[in-house]
């Protein structure tokens, strides 16, 4: 399965290895800014806080001009930069002393960023053909976590708070994973240029956004990306820690427990689900990924309401909520990107990513600001009764934009290629 996964092109298969590489280093880091702000540097919990949303909100604002750069110069010349940015950031948080600091470190990080997933994703849709783009965005998808998988295993072996030194070098050797993508792109000077030399010009500079906007098919999609996300990842940081050990009440380590459960269950099914969606409707799968996620949360609910009465089972229902919102990853992360640069012309491309990019963005600001007194209503059941039915209105919604495809972009080849025209009567 992971033979016939891999994109025929060694460029691409060289960009995934760059896509491991980096994501060691990410996962070495990605559990313990707030730790390391708080506990190490000695910033408050308010402060710490607002520096982590601050870089939110930074890469939020800047990811439009990343798609429209990428578009007029090349995704090329504008994700090695972002790399570079982004290490030098990564590499000065081992330096930060202040809140001050911290704030001036988080906006390096978030200009760096910004344009750096959107312009990986316009990479890898220019090497590959639309027959294996699915299969290769879902082994990005599993490379990444088994990345951030192996990066966090290994720093929950060094990192201790009585020693600062400890948290610098992750940040450290976090930067220097940053330039692991950057060298392999330089070594490929064919990869990563514009697109649409010709005709990118006219088109680009007259719609822009705007045209992708009126795209009524990707508009949709959109709308769904939102709805599910918002109910669903946006959920993972606050919502889901905060429902398992408040309501349900199981120590951190559960919560350790079941995000380890989560990337696991992402990455040994990864390749099996990529297999078993290939020819079938995107649209289908969409709308099965948000039945997923809904039967992930009303696990968690169903945690919570036994509680303290069986710690044991309560604690299991935790880690198998999260293991069965690993399974529904493992169906988005394929489907979310082949269909946005299905619809998507090479003259947008990069502004259709980086639009796509943006609704995780966008959910990530809404869902922990509206999980937090959700979950303080009627013990919690509000915040559950809510993300239940977020996901089943995304699934109804990814249902709806079937009719606006066509059976090539929703997947489905074979319904049109091989069907065999009927006789025309004499």
């Known amino acids: 399965m992971l033979r016939r996964s891999l994109p025929r092109r060694p460029e691409a298969r060289r960009i995934l290895l760059g896509t491991l590489l980096s994501a060691i280093g990410r996962g070495l880091t990605l559990p313990f800014l707030f730790i390391y702000l708080t506990d190490v540097r000695g910033l408050s919990d308010p402060r710490a806080g607002l520096v982590i949303g601050w870089y939110g909100a930074v890469t939020l604002a800047l990811s439009p001009l990343g798609g429209t750069l990428i578009d007029r110069f090349g995704a090329r010349r504008v994700v090695l930069p972002s790399l570079l940015i982004e290490a030098i950031g990564t590499g000065s948080l081992a330096l930060v002393d202040s809140t001050a600091s911290a704030f001036g470190v988080a906006t390096v990080i978030a200009i760096g960023s910004s344009a750096i997933w959107s312009g990986q994703n316009t990479i890898l849709a220019s090497l590959t053909a639309d027959d294996e783009r699915q299969r290769v965005y879902g082994l990005n998808f599993a490379l990444l976590n088994l990345g951030i998988g192996i990066g966090g295993l290994t720093s929950g072996a060094i990192v201790d708070v009585a020693r600062p030194v400890t948290f610098q070098a992750i940040y450290l050797l976090d930067a220097l994973s940053y330039l692991t993508p950057a060298v392999i792109l330089l070594t490929l000077p064919h990869v990563g240029h514009r697109l649409a030399a010709g005709a990118a010009g006219a088109k680009t500079g007259g719609g822009g956004y705007l045209t992708v906007l009126r795209d009524r098919p990707f508009r949709r999609l959109v709308i769904f990306g939102l709805v599910l996300t918002t109910c669903g990842y946006a959920q993972i940081e606050v919502g889901f820690t905060a429902y398992a050990v408040r309501v349900v009440e199981v120590t951190p380590r559960v919560v350790a427990w079941a995000l380890a459960g989560n990337t696991l269950m992402i990455v040994l099914s990864q390749l099996l689900v990529i297999r078993r969606m290939e020819g079938r409707s995107r649209t289908g799968g969409l709308a099965v990924v948000g039945a997923v996620f809904a ?67 966008i959910s990530g600001v809404i869902g922990p600001v509206t999980a937090g007194p959700l979950i303080g209503a009627a013990d919690g059941k509000v915040w559950v009764a809510v993300v239940v039915g977020g996901c089943l209105a995304a699934s109804l919604i990814a249902l709806s934009l079937r009719p606006l495809l066509t059976a090539i972009q929703d997947g489905r080849p074979a319904a049109t290629a091989h069907r065999t025209p009927e006789p025309t009567p004499a």
Not at 299 to 304: C, D, P, S, V
Not at 306 to 315: D, K, M, Q, Y
Not at 333 to 350: F, I, K, Q
């Open 295 to 361: 039967t992930a949360w009303l696990t968690l609910g169903a945690a919570g309401l036994i509680g303290t009465g069986n710690a044991l089972v309560a604690a299991l229902g935790v880690v198998a909520c999260a293991a069965i919102f690993g399974f529904g990853e493992t169906m988005l992360s394929p489907v979310m990107p082949a269909l946005t640069n299905a619809l998507a012309t090479d003259e947008l491309r990069g502004r259709y990513n980086a639009m796509s990019s943006m609704i995780f963005g």
